[in-house]
């Protein structure tokens, strides 16, 4: 419930904390599109050597990573 509270007023004011790694990797892709006259926004992704769908599940966990933990074997 805090949290709701605290993000709403932030919003408000336009206070942003911290931007994501999907809003910022599609952030610049439009600008790379803009710059480069590109017509269709996943040609660039594909240029970057991602999906449409990558981003969407970046957004939707963000904080997942490919990383694995190792175990040490005693």
């Known amino acids: 419930m805090v949290n709701v509270k605290i993000q709403n007023w932030l919003e408000k004011l336009d206070i942003k904390l911290q931007e994501s790694f999907a809003e910022s990797l599609k952030k610049l892709a439009q600008?790379?599109?803009?710059?480069?006259?590109?017509?269709?926004?996943?040609?660039?992704?594909?240029?970057?050597?991602?999906?449409?769908?990558?981003?969407?599940?970046?957004?939707?966990?963000p904080y997942s990573t490919q990383a694995k933990t190792k175990k040490k074997k005693m």
């Open 31 to 61: 600008e790379f599109q803009k710059e480069h006259n590109i017509v269709n926004i996943e040609k660039v992704y594909a240029l970057l050597g991602i999906k449409k769908q990558y981003i969407t599940y970046w957004e939707q966990h």
